[in-house]
């Protein structure tokens, strides 16, 4: 990628960041190497993971892509969501039962769904906090994190002066170099002066429906990392399908064939760095042409004001046509071109 933003720090990094939620998705591990390997490749260089993501497994996945390249990216990790321990958390047991559950998809899927309902949520005590972070530096092989967030946390959570002491303390001994809060963007109650300051990243989701770093107040006073940006477009191309005529009214006014599906998922990722101008886009995905399109369209000329005024005008009118009601779009959206992240 060509173009490059700067932390707070003077640490320059990438527009677009990689989710790694999907890490373990892949048929193996070699895959989900490549996958990174590719995405690095392209110029990306911020990677966003978590310490619940694959039960732990993600990280682990991380740190052997890490080993030649610590010092060239940025890295996200989070905790306050922690996977399941004892047998239930074991790696090894978790690879080896996959691999056999593979063929049966209908008991894979209960497996999953079983081992979902065993994460632990909502822990924020400062014991927790310094537990996962040196697991979390054990199992990513690195002696420090560029960004450590507090993974759906609310203001009291955010808030808790013990918490933010400790984390202040980890930062002071170069385990952490910023702070932050990883939430859906319900939780900011709108206003970012809301979270102490030491919280310098807020990460949430923002795209063309829900348009949520427009409705955060003070925004200016933290570096803002954004997700979910192709939630909307499975709606958007049911709609175009439902109501042609409002699909072509608008492509003739924006010079634009909004009748095709790859020219929404441009417009969606083209939205959401016009919304975060200044910060990191997150996307995800297991797909290296989609990785290769979504840099591709990065590092092309941004579209300027009006035309995307004129982009949100056109999901705002055909979703209504189609009476749309968006739901809460979490820490997980998805879409064509962007998975989990």
């Not at 911020?46 to 990280?59: I, K, M, Q, S, T």
């Not at 894979?108 to 632990?120: E, H, I, P, S």
Request: proline content about 4%.
């Amino acid at each position: 990628m060509k173009k490059h933003i700067v932390l707070p720090t003077n640490l320059e990094t990438s527009r677009l960041g990689f989710g790694c939620v999907q890490l373990t998705a892949h048929h193996n591990r070699k895959e989900a190497l490549s996958i990174l390997e590719h995405a690095f490749a392209l110029g990306i260089r911020h990677f966003d993971v978590a310490r619940a993501y694959g039960f732990g497994r993600a990280e682990e996945i991380l740190r052997e892509f890490l080993r030649q390249k610590r010092h060239q990216v940025t890295l996200t990790t989070k905790f306050g969501i922690e996977p399941p321990s004892g047998l239930a958390g074991n790696v090894r047991a978790i690879n080896a039962l996959k691999k056999v559950l593979r063929r049966f998809p209908g008991l894979l899927r209960r497996a999953k769904n079983r081992g979902a309902a065993m994460v632990k949520a909502g822990i924020f005590t400062p014991e927790a906090a310094i537990r996962s972070l040196e697991i979390s530096l054990r199992e990513l092989g690195t002696d420090y994190v560029d960004i450590f967030l507090l993974h759906e946390g609310t203001l009291a959570d955010a808030n808790n002066a013990p918490l933010v002491e400790t984390l202040l303390s980890q930062v002071a001994k170069g385990k952490i170099r910023h702070l932050g809060v990883g939430s859906a963007f319900r939780k900011f109650q709108g206003d970012a002066d809301l979270l102490p300051a030491a919280y310098e990243v807020l990460q949430f989701n923002d795209n063309a429906v829900e348009r949520s770093v427009a409705k955060l107040s003070h925004r200016d006073r933290r570096f803002l990392i954004t997700h979910s940006i192709f939630y909307p477009a499975g709606p958007l191309r049911q709609a175009v399908k439902a109501h042609p005529e409002i699909a072509r009214e608008h492509s003739l006014r924006m010079s634009i064939d909004l009748a095709e599906p790859t020219v929404i998922d441009s417009l969606l990722l083209r939205f959401a760095l016009w919304s975060n101008a200044n910060g990191i886009v997150l996307f995800s995905s297991k797909n290296p042409q989609h990785i290769a399109i979504n840099v591709r369209e990065a590092d092309s000329e941004p579209y300027g004001d009006v035309r995307m005024h004129q982009f949100v005008e056109f999901v705002d009118q055909i979703l209504d046509a189609m009476n749309w009601t968006p739901g809460v779009a979490d820490s997980h959206g998805s879409g064509t071109r962007s998975g989990p992240s």
